[in-house]
């Protein structure tokens, strides 16, 4: 998705400089086998910790890239593809990406704060293949100046410890406090027996130090943190 929107990027501003025109990001999300015993045209599927990360992922990359992608639309909404919400009758269960969802909505109206790493970028490789282990996106509220930073720990078998250092903060950063979806398996979801097996849950305390804050991302993670 990232290279994506950096290909349309580049063609957009090179006629459209001043950023004029929207770019729209239609369909997103996965497309797996649908569920046994399902019709296969309805396209339902189970939404699961793996679902969570996409999900993530792809709100960072737009947040990154929110001077030019003003719309971005999940595929869908109700029991089909990755479904935040799958019904049966008159029961519902809100799914993994549901969660990922509410817990990035502390984003909308903030100023996006440029983020990258410091030396090496964590990687997570399996067979030949190899992506970043992190990914992460920033914003602050200019009302409150609240801090809000949104990071996937992408390595289902390893946590990851990260030194946030925030720079250009008026004045000393005291406290943080966040929440965090996660799985025992990537495999993990909910259902209508057990809709919240897989729910955000707050997150340990996190020491902030000379506007230096350090967490430890489990693997498989979707974390959320407020710094003030």
């Not at 957009?12 to 497309?31: F, H, L, N, Q, S």
């Not at 609240?146 to 992408?154: A, G």
Request: with cysteine; glycine share 6%.
């Amino acid at each position: 998705m990232d290279n994506l929107i950096k290909a349309h990027s580049t063609v957009m501003d090179k006629y459209d400089p001043e950023k004029r025109v929207a770019m729209i990001v239609d369909e997103w999300g996965t497309w797996c086998n649908v569920e046994p015993g399902t019709n296969p045209g309805f396209l339902f599927q189970q939404n699961t910790v793996r679902d969570a990360l996409v999900a993530g992922i792809n709100l960072n990359i737009f947040n990154s890239h929110c001077d030019r992608v003003q719309m971005a639309n999940i595929a869908q909404m109700v029991n089909v593809l990755q479904a935040i919400i799958l019904t049966e009758g008159e029961k519902m269960v809100l799914t993994p990406t549901y969660h990922v969802f509410d817990m990035y909505k502390e984003h909308m109206d903030n100023k996006l704060l440029q983020s990258g790493f410091k030396g090496s970028e964590p990687r997570y490789c399996f067979g030949e293949d190899s992506v970043p282990a992190v990914s992460m996106s920033a914003s602050m509220s200019e009302e409150s100046g609240q801090i809000f930073i949104t990071i996937c720990n992408l390595d289902p078998n390893s946590s990851q410890n990260v030194e946030i250092e925030i720079r250009g903060a008026a004045g000393l950063l005291s406290e943080a406090e966040g929440t965090v979806l996660t799985g025992g398996s990537m495999n993990d979801h909910n259902t209508f027996d057990r809709p919240d097996a897989v729910t955000p849950k707050a997150m340990s305390r996190m020491p902030v130090k000379d506007n230096v804050l350090k967490v430890t991302l489990p693997p498989m993670s979707v974390s959320a943190i407020k710094v003030r």
